[in-house]
């Protein structure tokens, strides 16, 4: 939004204003997975238009003031006999990245599973989620990933840095 020319149809998304006591929270209006005090990615960080009765709009900076934070913990079974590679996934998130997660989610197991079986040869199994409706906690994933490669081979494995992607695409 160009603050010389702030357009009506410019706006997408509302941000309320709560002060208490010398303190100034932002809350999103629109999507229900966000937490008190935190705003949707594209409205942080940047000015919001304030409009209330009787008083001169002004624009004021809207400051995410919660991290986003993504933790991974990964065990990695390798099966060199059945030429599998077993990975158990636990992520944690918080901030803008628990709400993307949550919004990905929207109470559906598949969505959440979306976008790790981009290998071949790779099966996500066993997806669960914690925290979804508490926004002041972190949401936590997990997934079983089962990786099948070519033929067993008696005396290697190959495991596939690149994730079947060529060193250009990744």
């Not at 009506?8 to 509302?14: E, M, Q, T």
């Not at 006999?81 to 628990?98: R, T």
């Not at 997806?127 to 906690?137: F, G, I, L, M, W």
């Amino acid at each position: 939004v160009y603050k010389a020319y702030p357009f009506l149809n410019f706006f997408n998304s509302v941000v309320g204003m709560v002060r208490i006591g010398d303190e100034t929270y932002f809350v999103d209006g629109v999507n229900p997975f966000t937490d008190f005090g935190e705003v949707s990615p594209q409205c942080a960080n940047v000015e919001g238009l304030v409009v209330a009765k009787g008083k001169q709009e002004q624009w004021v900076p809207i400051l995410q003031k919660q991290p986003s934070a993504e933790n991974n913990e990964i065990h990695i079974t390798v099966q060199p006999e059945n030429a599998k590679i077993l990975i158990d996934l636990e992520q944690e998130n918080e901030g803008n990245n628990a709400l993307r997660m949550r919004t990905r989610y929207n109470g559906n197991l598949d969505n959440s599973r979306n976008g790790y079986e981009y290998a071949p040869g790779a099966r996500i199994q066993d997806v669960s989620v914690e925290n979804v409706a508490e926004t002041d906690q972190p949401f936590i994933c997990r997934y079983r990933c089962e990786l099948t490669g070519g033929p067993p081979s008696p005396d290697k494995i190959f495991l596939n840095p690149l994730q079947g992607l060529s060193p250009e695409d990744n």
